[in-house]
């Protein structure tokens, strides 16, 4: 039950239900609901203390905590300035933009305002995006200045003033418009079903499915936070809630810690991979290339599968490797009674999968999820949610949606200014010209530059940068849209678990008690087939299921499936019993020919495979698993 004493929850609180009734009744103008819901977003930041992580933070945070008053009036101030977009709309959208200045209270207004927005997102996302976009805004002046390709005809004050806080290209542009309408629902369903118990469901069908089976707490890992991260697209939402009980499991059956706490970031990450709901990303990818959201889930479906696939394969081949003991099937709880317990709690995920299979809007679908997730949770004691619990879900899913809503506000900033300076393209034909046209080598520059923008930027602002950036070249060489956004996609996530700023790993070893450095390391190296799989799409889209017979598509993936099985069975170093050298360098090679797509390739690793299958024939482990209670 949330404090109903204090005012930063009421706020969070009163956001939710701002948010709820537009998804109801109607969107006002969006230069009055986007400024509302940056505002809600800015003054909640400024109220809340983030967790300190080192005792510099926590002392900065105990000086912070006695100039609360400041906040206090910082947070009254961010109000203020979108209550000046509510009375001045009339005005405000009847005027030219870009031909009439704005008046003296506009530019204070619009300077004051991303003021506020920028001291709330280093709070909350740390100084790397707030620095980012301060030199974007450098960029905008010194632009006649510069050498080459990245010179413009540079932009006066008014006009970025005006750009960026009063129409709809900068700060209220693209992903500020998802954040206040796709995002939010969709936090405000994953509330609702983790307070109805959905997350215990995935917990004890997950133990059903594969506690019993060798390295089957790693597997009820990677499955529980797989689903559980369907409906919620948080990685440290998912590393926090499923690893509590995930990563001990895990190290009572014998994992070392930092494995277990790899394995659980890993898994937590990739609910952002996998359909439905995925992350905040794909909504925002939607909306950029004006496709139905149903379009990229459905694009998605296959790699994020084989990205479960080859983390789960690398536990089961970890747990065979070290011989660690199974769960015993009479402590697991059963199927069918999980199913008769909670089958209820599908309905929600169940409605939003078909409204987004029908071609609904995500807003539609999300909406009448989140009412069927509510109306289902009532009909057994233990999942239904009262009066306390739905406070409680308000005020979650504002806290849980405010780094994002701060984040793409932010990244508002650098989009303005691309678009003003004509920027994207320029660097477009800068990668093309530096890979000399060269498709892997573009793939790999715009890889490393998803990669390089992802240290400590959020996902979503890391994917709205390289897709104006970076995904242009590859469209430039060929590549559908879709395939190149997607590419960058799964590299600004990837971003995430790369050191030193692989974010979820800190939850994960800090439950372990593991080495944080240990802990990146192994996830990066869990992760390795989701570094892999974009190529793969890259150079086949029938991974996709673009443009391919069916018959195209499950012969890709096949071979796909193979290659990351070889994959993992060639970084543990066991398939069917412990590999020596030269077999652990023909498995990691019948990899990379099955991954990338081509006939002679195809059959040049099934045979690699079984070159190692024949040669372990004999050495296949013959001892019996040995049980461990729970």
């Known amino acids: ?148 390709f990245v010179s413009h005809g540079g932009e006066t004050f008014l006009k970025l003033v005006d750009l960026q806080m009063f129409t709809t290209q900068g700060v209220f542009g693209v992903p500020t418009l998802v954040s206040a309408t796709f995002i939010y ?13 959905l997350l215990r469901f995935f917990t004890d069908a997950a133990l059903a499915v594969a506690g019993a089976s060798r390295g089957g707490a790693g597997k009820v890992a990677v499955i529980s936070s797989g689903l559980f991260g369907t409906v919620n697209g948080s990685a440290i939402a998912n590393a926090v809630t499923t690893g509590a009980f995930t990563i001990p499991l895990m190290m009572r059956a014998g994992y070392r810690p930092a494995f277990a706490a790899g394995v659980e970031a890993c898994a937590s990450m990739g609910g952002q991979l996998i359909p439905p709901v995925m992350g905040a990303a794909a909504f925002i990818m939607a909306e950029t290339l004006q496709v139905p959201y149903g379009t990229i889930a459905f694009a ?30 009479s402590e697991l709880p059963r199927l069918g009674a999980v199913l008769k317990r909670d089958f209820h709690l ?7 999968v078909w409204f987004l299979v029908e071609g609904r809007s995500p ?119 879709l395939v190149a956004h997607m590419f960058v996609f799964y590299f600004g996530i990837l971003a995430d678990l790369t050191p030193p700023t692989a974010i979820s790993t800190y939850a994960t070893s800090s439950i372990a008690g593991a080495d944080v450095w240990k802990t990146q390391w192994t996830a990066m190296l869990l992760a390795l087939s989701g570094f892999i799989i974009p190529f793969s799409f890259a150079y086949d889209p029938a991974l996709l299921m673009l443009n391919a017979s069916l018959l195209e598509i499950a012969a890709r993936t096949v071979a796909a499936t193979l290659g990351i099985l070889m994959l993992a069975a060639g970084i543990i170093g066991y398939l069917r019993a412990p590999t020596r050298t030269w077999e652990r360098c023909l498995l990691l090679a019948g990899a990379f020919l099955l991954i990338f797509p081509g006939v002679k390739s195809d059959v040049a690793g099934v045979m690699c495979l079984a070159v190692v299958l024949f040669s372990q024939r004999g050495r296949a482990a013959s001892a019996a698993p040995v049980s461990v209670g729970l």
């Open 1 to 148: 039950m949330p404090d109903l004493r204090s005012p930063r929850i009421w706020l969070a609180i009163a956001w939710s239900v701002f948010q709820l009734y537009t998804a109801v009744a109607g969107l006002y103008d969006l230069l009055i609901q986007l400024p509302v819901h940056v505002a809600f977003a800015v003054a909640l930041g400024l109220l809340t203390e983030p967790t300190p992580d080192s005792p510099e933070a926590a002392a900065a945070l105990a000086a912070r905590k006695r100039r609360r008053w400041l906040d206090g009036t910082l947070a009254v101030l961010a109000v203020a300035c979108a209550a000046h977009y509510v009375v001045h709309i009339d005005r405000l959208t009847t005027r030219m933009a870009g031909v009439e200045d704005p008046t003296r209270a506009d530019v204070v207004v619009g300077v004051l305002f991303v003021a506020l927005l920028l001291e709330a997102a280093r709070r909350h996302i740390g100084p790397a995006l707030v620095i980012l976009a301060l030199a974007f805004v450098a960029y905008a002046f010194v632009g006649p200045w510069l050498p080459g």
């Open 185 to 197: 629902l969709f936090v405000v369903f994953g509330g609702v079903m983790s307070y109805g118990g």
């Open 300 to 329: 998605a479906t296959i790699p994020g599968i084989l990205y479960f696939v080859a983390v789960g394969a690398m536990v089961h081949f970890e747990a065979a490797r070290v011989g660690l003991p199974v769960l015993p099937r």
């Open 346 to 352: 599908l309905v929600g995920p169940a409605v939003l």
């Open 363 to 481: 807003l539609f679908a999300g909406f009448w999820a989140l009412v069927a997730a509510f109306v289902t949770s009532q009909l057994r004691r233990d999942t239904r949610i009262g009066p306390a619990k739905i406070l409680a879900v308000l005020a979650d899913s504002a806290q849980s949606a405010m780094p994002v809503a701060l984040a793409c506000a932010t990244v508002g900033i650098v989009v303005g200014v691309v678009s003003a300076t004509g920027l994207g393209l320029k660097l477009a034909g800068g990668i093309v010209n530096m890979a000399g046209g060269n498709m892997l080598a573009t793939l790999a520059l715009t890889m490393i530059a998803a990669l390089v923008l992802g240290t400590g930027l959020p996902t979503s602002a890391t994917y709205i940068i390289t897709s104006i950036m970076a995904a242009p070249a590859l469209v430039q060489l060929g590549l559908p849209k």
